[in-house]
């Protein structure tokens, strides 16, 4: 069966910090991979998304990156981290455009 | 731009009743729609997914139906349990394009 993980589950940064959040998935290959943020009092809203090893889109411009080193591997950055990036970071995959499946998110605070 | 809403935005109801959830779109050019369940501090949970060409989809005492025409789902919660309390979340799949749109959610409190 397919299994998502995200680390860390929390993550308190102060302003101007570096981040890295990482999300793995097991159990299927070629997975297409999402970063969502979900902010106190508003939607779900899809940050980036990967159909592929190297290949990432954004849809929202803003002071994160994303990057995918292996197949089943999604890593979301930023260099220097703001106070409206604190929320809740959701990973999903999915095959093709079909049922998308979220991680256990991470929690992040920027102080 | 595809705008997804909620209603109502909180329910409380007694242990045992049926409920019905709303969740209505505006571009009804849509791929599939999905419901997820949402625990305090957790990740989504998918509950149901209907395809544009489905008129609904059952999992247990969950019925979700969907009117794409008019731009409307609904999810039916059969006798409900206090282990059903959570918040519910509505997200349409476009024609074209990966993101979901998801509405703001659906906090449900059922009380024993």
């Known amino acids: 069966s397919q299994t998502i993980h995200q680390w860390p589950a929390t993550l308190v940064q102060p302003v101007g910090s570096p981040l890295s959040l990482e999300c793995t998935v097991e159990?299927?290959?070629?997975?297409?991979l999402y970063w969502y943020r979900q902010a106190a009092g508003r939607g779900l809203q899809l940050l980036f998304y990967?159909?592929?090893?190297?290949?990432i889109s954004s849809e929202v411009p803003q002071n994160l990156s994303a990057s995918r080193p292996q197949d089943r591997q999604f890593i979301l950055s930023s260099k220097k981290l703001l106070l409206s990036d604190s929320g809740f970071y959701l990973c999903?995959?999915?095959?093709?455009?079909?049922?998308?499946?979220f991680g256990p998110g991470t929690r992040l605070t920027v102080t | 731009k595809q705008e997804v809403t909620q209603i109502p935005a909180a329910l409380s109801v007694p242990e045992g009743e049926n409920l019905v959830l709303n969740c209505s779109f505006t571009?009804?050019?849509?791929?599939?729609l999905q419901w997820f369940r949402q625990d305090p501090g957790k990740g989504l949970t998918s509950l149901l997914l209907?395809?544009?060409?489905?008129r609904e989809q059952t999992s247990g005492r969950l019925n979700a139906s969907l009117d794409k025409s008019s731009g409307r789902s609904t999810l039916y919660i059969a006798a409900s349990q206090p282990g059903d309390s959570a918040t519910y979340l509505c997200?349409?799949?476009?024609?074209?394009?990966?993101?979901?749109?998801f509405g703001k959610g659906t906090s449900l409190l059922v009380t024993p």
């Open positions: 999903a995959w999915s095959t093709g455009a079909y049922e998308q499946y």
């Open positions: 159990g299927t290959s070629n997975p297409n």
């Open positions: 990967s159909v592929g090893i190297g290949q």
């Open positions: 571009d009804s050019a849509i791929y599939n």
């Open positions: 209907i395809q544009s060409s489905q």
């Open positions: 997200a349409v799949h476009p024609n074209s394009g990966y993101a979901l749109n």
